[in-house]
Nanobody, 118 residues
Framework: QVQLVESGGGLVQPGGSLTLSCVASGFTFSRFLMGWYRQVPGKERELVARITTDGDITYGADSMKGRFTISRDNAKNTVNLEMNNLKVEDTAVYYC???????????WGQGTQVTVSS
């Protein structure tokens, strides 16, 4: 069955770094748009970054550009999110997403908590 398993979340001080990883299985990873989203209680889930099958990248809010880097490894069925210079407002549950619009397929991981606090 389809699985997206995130790891790498945790507690970090402001200005610190974390790298999130998502390992996918159960579908043809290389054919899917892969992305990271985040959500805080009471707010809608928002795009952090996504990467197409061709490697084209889109980041969400301007505040993420230059601090976050998304990458994918089709050989390992993995998508990573490197986060630098983390801010308190980056605190959220981060979700891995796999999408293939042509077939209306959309998969989510279980989420990993990132807490930025001193």
């Amino acid at each position: 069955q389809v699985q997206l398993v995130e790891s790498g979340g945790g507690l970090v001080q402001p200005g610190g770094s974390l790298t999130l990883s998502c390992v996918a299985s159960g579908f043809t990873f290389s054919r899917f748009l892969m992305g990271w989203y985040r959500q805080v209680p009471g707010k809608e889930r928002e795009l952090v970054a996504r990467i197409t099958t061709d490697g084209d990248i889109t980041y969400g809010a301007d505040s993420m550009k230059g601090r976050f880097t998304i990458s994918r490894d089709n050989a390992k069925n993995t998508v990573n999110l490197e986060m630098n210079n983390l801010k308190v407002e980056d605190t959220a549950v981060y979700y891995c997403n796999a999408a293939r619009a042509l077939f209306r397929l959309n998969y989510w991981g279980q989420g990993t908590q990132v807490t930025v606090s001193s």
